[in-house]
């Protein structure tokens, strides 16, 4: 449709500035300081979604932050988008090696470089123009709603007792979400299956203080030689993970589906050229799709023991940490997972250092049937702005609230991302391409027209 186009190319420095005010608000979800800042990017929602032409839109307190609802219920017998957005980002830790100010957002290269360009705040701010373009053409034949919350960089762990509590009002026929990425810029898809998490925090004690490492290195146990040794401990030399029972409800991928996994365009040394890696790493028997989409993860996302500051400090630490992440493919299940990495850490642990394991989040798998309507209908929005199918892939990434959604609501997700490899979400430099924050609105458009037609069929 002519009008979704010329209305973007009209309206694209606005675009642009109105984001520009969303990616300035440091919403750090994660740290206890930001809090006024998690109030200020929802009513920054809230007055965004009241322009682009919802009946209304309210906050709602939850015993963490908080989440915006707003709907526009055009008629009854129309088809119901749940659209599901978070307004939270990550900490921006190490600040040094950012180009440019992380809150501060610029364009360069024709990407838009800031915190939450990607992931979620310029993905999220896709369907609110959509929203404002199929409103002001008067073509909208769906009703619309809003779910935007301010947690989900730390699990989410309100929003599924949220949920319960407003069942009738989030009914709905299927939740969208753009909080995922395509193959490549010229090569669209959609996400069919996201891995599952079990997110822990371990730490290891030793002595009751820190010691001199002169004077009782080499008689005293050191918490972080223990905890290398311990976390190294965690994969054989097939880089399989040794805790017992962690891959009982794996489900094998059948080689028939593995064969269309590989179809995808795929190039190894430039995956490899991209994130400055000259060796790949992983499960043996694998291919590097396949460990990130189907096959269950463990790995190390922070460490921190004794002195870390500038110059020498010759102490033998009293304690050690680290945060233990494990990506979960659908059928396994996170609770489950965690007792047992709880009960393994807790048995190979020697007697002379103390471990306590702490359950920090995590969430279930999901796999989304490429059959129903919502998929048929985002097939025919690709097609119209990319010229071609999307392809279906399995992230390696996590929502654990997806899995909730379908649990306490009845509904399926629709995961129609727009981000690329290289926008460095969660690092340094996060970015997001002009060109994807401009075709994702036009697909999302096209997406509520098709998504009319296919619930009447």
């Known amino acids: 449709m002519d009008f979704i186009k010329a209305y973007i190319d009209q309206n694209k420095d606005r675009f642009l500035e109105e984001l520009f005010g969303l990616l300035r608000i440091p919403s750090v979800s994660s740290l206890a300081d930001h809090k006024p800042d998690m109030y200020r990017a929802a009513k920054y929602w809230k007055k965004t979604l009241i322009a682009a032409g919802a009946d209304k839109a309210e906050l709602y307190e939850t015993p963490g932050n908080p989440v915006i609802y707003g709907e526009k219920i055009i008629d009854p017998a129309y088809p119901t988008i749940l659209i599901y957005a978070h307004m939270d980002v990550m900490p921006v830790d190490p600040i040094n090696l950012w180009n440019s100010q992380p809150f501060e957002p610029e364009i360069r290269e024709g990407r838009i470089w800031a915190r939450g360009a990607d992931d979620d705040k310029g993905q999220s701010f896709m369907h609110a123009k959509a929203f404002e373009i199929m409103m ?70 030793g002595p009751d203080r820190d010691l001199h490492s002169g004077i009782f290195g080499g008689a005293v146990a050191n918490p972080a030689n223990i905890l290398a040794k311990l976390i190294a401990s965690l994969h054989d030399e097939k880089n399989r993970i040794t805790i017992p029972g962690f891959y009982d409800d794996v489900i094998v991928v059948s080689d028939t589906e593995r064969r269309a996994m590989a179809e995808a365009p795929f190039n190894l040394e430039n995956y490899k050229k991209a994130i400055g890696i000259n060796q790949e790493w992983g499960e043996e028997g694998f291919t590097t799709i396949e460990r990130t989409g189907i096959r269950p993860t463990l790995d190390v996302c922070g460490m ?58 995590g969430g279930q798998g999901y796999v989304a049937p490429i059959d129903m309507p919502a998929w048929k209908a985002a097939d025919k929005a690709y097609m119209e702005t990319f010229g071609k199918l999307p392809i279906p892939t399995r992230s ?33 430099n996060e970015n997001f391409p002009l060109e994807n924050f401009y075709k994702g609105i036009e697909t999302i458009a096209h997406f509520y027209n098709h998504f009319a037609s296919e619930m009447k069929k």
Request: glycine share 10%.
């Open 304 to 361: 921190w023991s004794g002195y870390t500051g500038e110059g020498a400090k010759t102490v033998l630490p009293s304690k050690a940490y680290a945060k233990i992440s494990m990506r979960l493919v659908p059928n396994q299940d996170y609770k489950k997972i965690s007792s047992l990495f709880e009960a393994y850490f807790l048995k190979i642990a020697p007697p002379y250092v103390k471990v306590k394991v702490t359950d920090l989040h």
């Open 396 to 428: 390696g990434g996590s929502i654990p609230i997806i899995s909730t959604f379908e649990q306490v609501l009845g509904i399926k997700s629709l995961l129609m991302g727009f981000g690329l490899e290289s926008d460095a979400i969660h690092s340094p």
């Open 136 to 205: 002001k053409s008067g073509q909208m034949k769906c009703n619309i709603k809003f779910m935007i919350e301010g947690e989900e960089e730390v699990g989410s762990p309100n929003l599924g007792a949220w949920c319960e509590a407003h069942k009738e009002m989030l009914r709905a026929d299927i939740i969208l979400v753009s909080d995922t990425g395509m193959i490549a810029a010229d090569t669209p898809s959609i996400t069919a299956g996201l891995r599952g998490l079990a997110y822990l925090e371990v730490e290891v004690t």
